[in-house]
């Protein structure tokens, strides 16, 4: 498997796990921890700050994505993570992981703290909440 497929399989592990702030555990994960420990299992290692709260200040997000995998890419592949911004937040405040949608095209998996970790197809609604896209494993 190639490291995109290893970060996609690993961050499909935590599908039904509950969303907990900060958190990094097989039973409780966030938004932050599913992609920092996703691209682990893919190669790649992040900084795992943990001392960020439930609202974003500053852009501090996009900073921090920029950070770790340089600038926004154009396209959008399995493996990447995608920056969102909910409707109603002044800025970006939310990060998953872009994989290969079982019935075609793509999906996201993130952790929300509605509903957990979920899977959705990148549907019209999606796309317009995804601000960036970076590639954790260098621009192909």
């Known amino acids: 498997m190639t490291p995109a497929q290893l970060c996609v399989a690993h961050a ?4 039904g796990t509950k969303w907990r702030h900060r958190g990094r555990k097989p039973w409780a994960i966030d938004c932050v921890g599913i992609v920092v420990l996703s691209v682990a299992a893919g190669g790649v290692q992040m900084r795992d700050r943990r001392d960020y709260g439930r609202e974003p200040w500053k852009d501090g997000l996009r900073k921090e994505m920029e950070s770790h995998f340089g600038s926004a890419v154009d396209d959008m592949q399995p493996g990447d993570v995608v920056l969102m911004q909910w409707p ?6 939310h990060i998953g992981i872009v994989a290969d949608y079982c019935h075609g095209g793509l999906s996201v998996i993130h952790a929300h703290n ?3 970790v979920a899977e959705h197809r990148i549907d019209d609604h999606w796309m317009r909440m995804i601000v960036a896209t970076y590639r954790p494993w260098g621009v192909a």
């Not at 499909?12 to 599908?15: E, G, H, M, Q």
């Not at 109603?88 to 405040?93: G, I, N, V, W």
């Open 114 to 116: 509605d509903w957990g």
């Open 12 to 15: 499909r592990t935590y599908i």
């Open 88 to 93: 109603e937040k002044p800025e970006p405040s």
